[in-house]
């Protein structure tokens, strides 16, 4: 069943979504696909944390050295 929804955009929205408009069939195929990135990003983080909680009830919190030191060597710019 297909339904219709108003958004209210800013300009600079407005202008985003026209540019990915012709990329994804439309601006409705390009908020659809926004959509469905949105919640793949929320299920990986999701699933993260359920390791990273898992991890830490074996291992025990992780120490803020290697916390640092694993940001400077993955994160760093």
């Known amino acids: ?26 601006q409705s195929g390009a908020i659809r696909q926004g959509i469905h990135l949105l919640a793949q990003q929320k299920r990986r983080n999701e699933a993260l944390q359920v390791f990273l909680d898992e991890w830490a009830e ?3 919190p992780p120490d803020p050295e290697d916390v640092a030191a694993m940001r400077r060597r993955y994160f760093a710019q």
């Open 58 to 60: 074996e291992a025990g």
């Open 1 to 26: 069943m297909s339904t219709t929804t108003t958004v209210r955009l800013s300009d600079q929205e407005r202008e985003l979504l026209a540019e990915l408009a012709d990329e994804y069939g439309g």
